[in-house]
């Protein structure tokens, strides 16, 4: 499912199923259109990150082409259909690798790389500056952008308050430029974070921090991003929208490691330049739009280290703790036409507390009596798990089980039918990944659809996000993952130790396009020769 | 079945929008990321219409950079003074020259940089360098820790044409008791000499030290750190001669020097009695000088006509 979804959505009220529950039919009708808008507003960004001016030989700046002679002709077989040869590619290491056809620039641009391979190896002290010690500054290796976090301000100065303070709050970081050309950048900082700078160093002379009184740290690019916005995607929840964050999280018994898309709804840096204002818990400052458990291409659950936000196709790439890389798209998980359909009237429905949830976590339901205008007589809530496993809800409320309980309704006293029930709270573990299924099976006394069993069906995803691409690298020692400015994968180690140990790779993408009216190849990475068959 | 050599094609890419307003075009199988670094250094730094600019930039049209190799400072007394009078280093075409008393006497190292000889690489320049008591000389070659010494045997005379000699012309002064003078990267400039303050009421007579600054008119000059002190608050401008210490000394991939650089004759002159004097000079092209003003009338014709 899109993450634009809600934003159709959300041209509903807030009472209607239609904005705020993702399993019901209008929101899974509007994700077959938010995905087209979703994947054009990536490739837009991604448009823009092939503009970016470092990167090497990716994106725009150079093609390679293959001029078919007569008789490696693209072979008609009828109206529009051709056959297509094998490529087979030599590589300047003298390994050959297969080329496979795509049919859309997209793919052949931005698709799921093929091949990493290993460029250099190199020991980086990662820190370069920090508050706690500033008179020191660290040699920069390689010359590059400054990534600097602030963290731990308990206060931000104001201007007339604080004296002396002119109301700028700023890291202004100088030193050399990579020709040696004396240069100085400053940050604005507007709360606690992790910021970059604007210009390549490659020596600094002097920070300089003004404004709060948080730790200032300077490392080598983004060594320590404290979380990831994604570019490429918006965060959008049913009350607000913002820029897709994302973060590790970790599910409830500590087994599982995963990916926790959340938006930002105020910046902390507020509640210190405002006297008066209650300070936010963090839960009042963000709102969690999907927490996902990694699994492998073959489903199985791994565990992440450290992640990043590929430029080359808007992907999120994870490292396990295993050392090996992974791929995934980052959206959130389809609901599904329930096996059982909804009766055409519904009395009752089933409200959770949220819609998304992570593994392992137990959440809280009610039942919202949406009809009243016929006495309840009995309910029962039933509950299908992924694994297609059916249980019912007990009279505790909390256990579920194979044998059906009913609720009765309050029939004896009543006079008005919303007298007839009152809306139950009950709870659920969810201990499995996929999209469970929760039916309310309500029988009432009169109004619409009496004398038949109601049934009204409530969807909640436990989320997970299965890989589309493993890197089996082994690299059990790696702490960091990133992408350098020449958008080559670096890998690091020993970071947390300051004394990174970087590995980085060439990641290539092994995959041609074809111009039939040109008889010829279009390439995306360079090989030394390239042999054309027809199988 | 065949097999193909894939042929390159290059497409534009933003930077090259850039490069054609920075007047630098991309050049065939030049990275992406090597264009970018030559353009950020012709931003930082645009070519003027003068001498000194033509040998730093010409380089960089050509996708080369200029390498730096030494950097060399002033030793300096108890006080903070320098210890040599009136230091000076100067890189001509052929020759690397370096005085402490420039002015007074000859110069204490003379190194022929274009013949084999003992200056002939750049580890030779390096260990004269460093015997000079009134300098330091510092290495910066970025090569790798591993090939740290690789560069003492590229050939010296492709250090950068430059020397340490440097002029302010009417400097603004800011109106204070005290003005530092700075160089145009907000960086203290030092070592200044041959003060001329166009503001005489105020830069009446200048005194030994900060101390004796007692009535109006009374100034004082800190010519090591670069500091003017007056009496009453400044005003005007400044105009002075200073020595860019510390001096980095660059390698410099495409070599420039002006023609009538007086070092150059001995390769591209031969004697001849000059008519004025009688005394045998390097008066006459020979075939080798010849080309060279060949080659520049081929360029900029100086006359009419082709």
Known sequence: ?535 | MGKYTPIKSATGVSLDEVGISLGLQRLPEESLDAYRKRLALQAEDRPRVDERSFIDTISRTVGLFEERIFEIDLVLDGDGDPVAAAPRIEVSSCFLRVWSNYGTSDPELVMDIYNRGKGYHLGDVYTSLNALSFITVTELPETPVEDKDSYKYKRSWFLKYGNTDALEFQGGLRRSRMNNLYNADGTERKYIHNCLFDAGRIFLTEKASYDDLAEPGDYYVDYTEGIVFTYITADGTVSYEYRKFPYTLKLQPVKVFPLYDKDIDHLRKDYLIKDSTGIKDRLQLNPYGAKLVNDMLRAYPLQWGE
Request: charged letters at 25%; one cysteine or more; aromatic letters at 12%.
């Open chain 1, 1 to 535: 499912m899109a993450l634009l979804t809600q934003r159709w959505a959300n041209n509903y009220p807030t009472w209607a199923r239609a904005r705020v529950d993702p399993s019901s039919m209008a929101q899974r009708f509007f994700s077959c259109f938010s995905e087209t808008y979703d994947s054009l507003l990536a490739e837009k960004a991604l448009l823009s990150e092939s503009f970016k001016l470092y990167s090497e030989k990716k994106g725009l700046g150079d093609f390679y082409w293959v001029y078919l002679e007569e008789e490696d002709f693209f072979r008609k077989t009828g109206d529009l259909l051709y056959t297509y040869p094998t490529l087979v590619g030599t590589l300047s290491s003298g390994s050959t690798v297969s080329i496979e056809r795509v049919d859309d620039s997209a793919l052949l641009f931005n698709g799921v790389p093929t091949r990493l391979t290993k460029l250099s190896d190199e020991t980086v002290i990662p820190l370069i500056w920090t508050s706690a010690a500033p008179d020191v500054y660290n040699e920069i290796k390689t010359p590059s952008r400054i990534g600097i976090t602030v963290s731990g301000s308990t206060h931000y100065k104001i201007a007339g308050r604080d004296k002396g303070f002119a109301g700028y709050y700023l890291i202004t970081v100088t030193g050399y430029d990579e020709n040696h050309n004396r240069i100085e950048d400053t940050v604005h900082i507007r709360d606690d974070g992790t910021f970059k700078t604007h210009r390549i160093y490659s020596e600094i002379t002097s920070v300089i921090t003004d404004g709060f009184d948080g730790v200032a740290t300077v490392f080598v690019e983004e060594s320590y991003p404290v979380y990831l916005p994604d570019k490429f995607h918006s965060g959008v929840t049913v009350e607000r929208e913002g820029p897709l964050h994302l973060r590790l999280f970790v599910d409830p018994t500590s087994t599982y490691t995963g990916l926790e898309l959340y938006t930002k709804t105020f910046r902390q840096g507020t509640t210190y330049r405002r006297d008066k204002l209650p300070d936010f818990e963090t839960d009042d400052l963000e709102e969690v739009i999907d927490q996902q458990i990694v699994l492998d291409p073959d489903g199985l659950k791994y565990s992440i280290k450290d992640f990043t936000i590929s430029p080359l196709d808007g992907r999120v790439w994870t490292l396990s703790t295993t050392g090996d890389v992974y791929i995934h798209e980052n959206t959130i998980r389809e609901f599904l036409l329930p096996a059982e359909e909804q009766s055409e009237v519904t009395a009752m429905d089933i409200v959770p507390e949220l819609y998304r949830i992570g593994l392992n976590d137990t959440l809280y339901l009610w039942t919202w009596f949406r009809q009243m205008r016929g006495p309840v007589k009995e309910v029962s809530i039933r509950r299908v798990s992924p694994s297609d496993v059916t249980t019912y809800l007990q009279s505790d409320r909390v256990t579920w089980g194979a044998t059906i309980h009913k609720f009765e309704g309050e029939l004896e006293n009543a006079t008005l039918p919303e007298d007839t029930w009152s809306n139950i709270r009950f709870s659920s573990l969810f201990d499995e990944l996929g999209e469970w299924h929760f039916y309310c099976d309500s029988v009432i006394l009169a109004g619409a659809g009496v004398g038949t069993i109601l049934t009204s069906h409530t969807g909640i995803y436990c989320g997970y996000n299965k890989a589309l691409k493993k890197y089996s690298l082994g690299l059990s020692g790696a702490e960091k993952i990133w992408f350098s400015k020449e958008n080559h994968l670096a890998i690091v180690s020993n970071i947390l130790s300051n004394s990174g140990a970087y590995s980085y790779y060439e990641v290539a993408n092994d995959v041609f396009i074809t111009d039939i009216k040109g008889q010829r190849i279009l390439l995306r990475e360079i090989y030394d020769e390239v042999e054309v068959t027809y199988g």
